[in-house]
C-alpha cells in the first residue's frame, strides 16, 4: 500500500492517529518493521561510540602527561642531587684549604667520583636540546673549576697556607662554581615549570573528557529514550489502527481502508485486509441472496403446505361424514368384508385428519411471530392436562412448582400439549406410567424437564425423532403423525431455546428445553416461581403418587 487510493471515510479523531496518517507523510515504498526501529538508534548509538573515542583518547593524552610529570620528576631529583655534589665538592676542597687536613677533603673525593655518574644520568633522561646544551655547561663549569681552581688550591695548600689563600682570594674558582650553580637552579626551575604545564594539561584533560562523557551520556540516553518512545508509539498506534479496522469490518464496515503506515509489514496486512474484506463481501452477499431465495421458497412452502391442509380439510370431513353415515346405516346389512372395508376407511380418515391438523399446528407454529408476553406455565400444563384426560388414565401425573416465563402461551402450550402426550402415549407394558413435570431456574433461563418411565429411545435415533414425519413404530403400535417433535422444537427455538433428550431404553426417557425468564420488572412474589400477586393461586398440584 503506497499513498491511500482514495481519501478516508472518517478522519482520524486522535492527534496521533493524525500524525501518522498523513498521506503526503507516506508516499515512500514503506520501511520493514525491524528497520523502522533499529535505525533511529544509530543516533544515540554513534553519540555513545564518541564519548567512548573521546574517554580513550583522554586517557591515552594522561598517561602520557603522567610519563612527562615522571621524568620531570626524575630530572629534579638528579639536578637536585648535582646541586648537593657541588656543594659537597666545595665544602671538601674549602675544608682542607682552611685546616690543612687530609679528612676535610673526603667528600671533595667522594663526590668527584659519583659527579661524572650523576651528568651521564642526567643526560639520558634529557628530552630537549636546552637541557643537553645546559648540563654540558655545568659539567664543563665544574670540569673547569676542579682544573683551574680545585686542583691548584689543594696543591698550593700541600706547601703553605699563604700560597693556597693567595691563590682562593683570587676568586675565579668562586665565580666558575657560581656560574655551575646559577645554570643548576635555571635548569631546576624550568623543569618545575615544566612539571606543573604537563600536571596542568593532565588535570585539564580529566575535567575535558569528564564534561563530554557526562553531556554525551545524558544526549544519548535522552536520544535513545525519545527514540524508544517514537518506534513503540508508532507501533502501537499502527496496531490500535488495524485492531479498530478489524473491529469495523466485524461490524459490517468493508469499504474503508486502514489509515497510510511506515510499516512495510503494516501496509501489506492493511492490503489482506482489503482482500479480506473483499472477500468476506462478495460471500456475505451471496448468501444474502440464498438466504433471501431460501426464506422465499420457504415461505411459499410453508403457505402451500397451509393451504394444501386447510383446503384438504373440507373434502377430508365429507368423506369422514359420509363413510360414519355409511357405517351407521349400513353395518350388519352388507357382508362381513363391507363391514371392514368401511371400518378400514374410517380410520385411515381418522389418521389423515389428525395428520392434516398436525401439519397445520406445524405450519402455524413456524410462521408464528414474537408475541411474547409473561406466561404462567402452571397454569397452560393445567389445561394441557385437562384436554388430556382420556390419555391420563392409569397413569400418575405429578407436576411441581412451574415458572412464570417469556413466552407466546400458544406455542408453549403445543410444547407441552406435545411432551405430556408423548409422555403418556409411550408408556412401558407391565408397568403403570409415570409423568413428572418439573422446572429449574439456570440463572439466564428456566429449564423445563418432562420425564417418564416409559419405553424409552435407543440412543441411535436421540436425533432423528426431532424431525418431520420421523416415528419409530408404525401406527399399529402407537399412533401419530411424527410430526410432533418437530412443532415442539421449532416452538422452543422461536422462544430462542433448546430442546433436549435423555433417554434409556426400556427405562424411560426426559425431554428437556430452555424458555427465557419473564423480564425482571414485572416483579416477583416471595416464590419465585409465581408472578407478584399471584401466590395460592399458581400453586402447583400436590403429587398424585410418590415419585417413582
Ligand atoms: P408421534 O408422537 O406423532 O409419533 P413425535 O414427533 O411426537 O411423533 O415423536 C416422534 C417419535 O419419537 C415417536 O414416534 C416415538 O417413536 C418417539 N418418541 C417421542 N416421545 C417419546 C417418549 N416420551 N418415549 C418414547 N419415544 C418417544
Redesign the pocket.
Known sequence: MSAPDRPLSAAPADPSRQERGDPAQYTSPGQPLISFILRPFWLPLLLLLGVGVSVLVAVDRNARSAALVSEAQARLTLITMLLRDTADLERGQRGYVITGMQSFLQPYTNTKKIFPGHIEALRKSSVTDQQRVDLNRVALLIGAWDRQAALPEIAARRESLDAAVKLVSDGSGKRTLDEARQTLNAMQSRENARLNAALLSSTATLRNVRAVTLLGLLLSVLLLILTAIRAARTVAGNVQDVTARARQMAAGDYDDRLPPTPLLELRELGQQFQIMAGAVKEREQALRTTNTALERSNRELEQFAYVASHDLQEPLRTIGSYTELLSKRYTGQLDERADQYIAFTISATQRLKYLIQ?LLAYSRVRQSGRNFSAVNTAEIVAQVLDDLQLQIQGAEVRVESMPVVWGNPELLRHVFL??I???L??RAEGRPAHVSVSAQDDGTHWTVC?H?N????EPQ?HD??????????GPSE???????????RTAVEQHGGTLS?N?VLGQ??V?SFTVPHAPASLGRSSNPLLPAGAEGKLEPDPPSTAPF
Open positions: 398436525d406435545n411432551l402426550g408423548n409422555a402415549k409411550f418432562v417418564d416409559g419405553i424409552g429411545i435415533y432423528r425423532i426431532f424431525g418431520v414425519f420421523q416415528r419409530l413404530h402407537y399412533e401419530g403423525s411424527g410430526i410432533g417433535l418437530a412443532v415442539t433428550l433417554s424411560g426417557s425431554f
